[in-house]
């Protein structure tokens, strides 16, 4: 069981939106970087967005940004991926994923270094 808990998948038409949320599972752990990453079916794990405790700052890949919004509630400690404007591009599943480290700006991109995964929930973009 992963450490980490997401909710909010589903299926949707292209063009709508959905908004995935990512808590911890039980335990409470401070992390410096907590993202989003998707894994299509016959395809690598790649990043989505991250979110940067310190300072808030926030991460995207090419290919969601202006689409997708990554927000944090610390009081509630969990993590949004809004997501709109979706596409069958978009289909995957959707890991959160969360680091102590104080990762560099190259290194929020790459799956291996977060230490803490969820199990993924599904987005399915269709009509």
């Known amino acids: 069981q992963g450490q980490l808990v997401e909710s909010g998948g589903g299926l949707v038409q292209p063009g709508g939106s959905l908004r995935l949320s990512c808590a911890p599972a039980g335990q409470t752990f401070t992390d410096n970087v907590r993202g989003w990453f998707r894994q299509a079916p016959g395809k690598d794990r790649e990043f989505v967005a991250a979110?940067?405790?310190?300072?808030?700052?926030?991460y995207y890949s090419d290919s969601v940004r202006n689409r997708f919004t990554i927000s944090r509630d610390n009081a509630k400690d969990i993590l949004y991926l809004q997501m709109n404007r979706l596409s069958p591009e978009d289909t995957a599943v959707y890991y959160c994923?969360?680091?102590?480290?104080?990762?560099?700006?190259?290194?929020?991109?790459?799956?291996?270094?977060?230490?803490?995964w969820g199990e993924g929930t599904q987005v399915t973009v269709s009509s």
């Open positions: 979110f940067r405790r310190q300072g808030g700052g926030t």
């Open positions: 994923a969360a680091t102590s480290r104080r990762l560099i700006l190259s290194s929020l991109r790459v799956a291996g270094s977060y230490d803490v």
